[in-house]
Structure formats: C-alpha cells, structure tokens
C-alpha cells in the first residue's frame, strides 16, 4: 500500500526503529510509480510520512533516512525545527562507483541522516558494531573503535547474487550495521519504503521484528522470495571487518 495511508493504520509509540529510503525526487522509475514530483509537492510528501514516523516512533527510538543531496537539507530541517526531534548523526556512505561525470566531480556517496526521539536516552549498541583494530595496542578497546560516521560499503553491483530489478537498492551490510546499533533482539524494525526487502531480510537473520510497507506489488513478491532464500552470508561487509 501507499506509505502515507499505511502509516496511519501502525499504533503510536510502538516502534523501535524506523529505517527509510524514500524516493529521492530525481525521477526514477519504480515500476508502478515515478518520483517526479513538483519540489513543494515532495516537501510536503515528506512532512507528511516524518509526521507518521514521529508518531509511531518509541520515546527511546531512532529513525535513519537515506537521501540525496538535492533535499536533505530540507529533510533536516523538517525533522529539527519542524517535528523537534533530536540530531545525532550525518552519515556519509561512500562507494568507489558509481555515476560518471564529464563536467564536474563524480558523485560517490549517499547520505543517511540519523535522527532520535529523545536526546539523550535512546538504544545505542556500540559495542556490536566496533571496527577491528589494525594493530594492537594495549590502551584501545580490544572490541575495537567506533566505525565512525562515513561509511564505506560497496554497491550491489548487477552481477551480485542478491541484486534484484530494483534502482536503488542499498547494500545489507549498511542495514546490518543500523540494526545492530539501534534495535535489540525482539525490537520491532519498519520500513516505509520496503522497496525489494531488505530491511526485512537482515532483521530476519538478526532476531528482529519488523515491518515493511511497499506501493509496488511486483517488489512485495521479490521481497517474499528474499524471505524464503538460503542465507549465505550478507552481500556486503565493511572491508576493516576482515580483521577480525
């Protein structure tokens, strides 16, 4: 169904974490619908659905929203100065490819802004999301360092095993990492904008509950098949993880 409309339906106070990859406006093609809206009009989509996150959000939860550079200053602003929730992280996920410019720099990084309900009391697991040391020394944290906020995970490339028809599809490795830090075992998950299943897929092999909602029932069938698959290990890794 329609995320706005779907939203409606969820009880307040009643989700941990909400991660969402919402179109970005830059006219794709998602199969059944395009995002091309007019820019007042997709500001206004946007307030609309942050509302409903806010809403359904717990009082200790967080909500993660990747977005293009074209509005997530918008975004920011709407969720600070419109909805009050609290700032705490800008993330930048940087890949090594990615489109190809002839005049001006290449773009090579996505954004996901990472908002929380409360200021200060909300779930953070660092210790399940540490980086490895490069070397030992005996003054770190041998669990290892905070991974910090850019992020660096490869594409889905189209000749991975676990790409599917879909433009945007974002690797696991990133929802791994999210899920780890800011949900706990049995802790509900949602995704509006499910796309072809991947927040249900990483919350299914991490003991999460969780929620998808998605226009486009060709991609709800991808995501059930996803659902049913072997699980063979994520698509994608922090490249520092093989330290371990």
Known sequence: GDALEELKKIESNSIELIIADPPYNLNKNYGNNNDNLEFDEYLEFSRTWLKEAKRILKDNGSIYIFMGVKYISYIYTILEKELNLNFNSWITWYYTQG????KGFSPRH??????TKHKQDFIFNLDNIRIPQKFYRSINNMRGANPGNVWEFSHVHYCNKNRKEHPTQKPEGIYERIILAS???????LDPFLGTGTTLRVCQQLNRKAIGIEINPEYIKLSKDRLNEAFLGFDSIDERMKRV
């Open 183 to 189: 949900s706990n075992e049995g802790d509900c998950v």
């Open 110 to 115: 996505d954004d996901i802004l990472m908002f």
């Open 99 to 102: 489109i190809g410019k002839r």
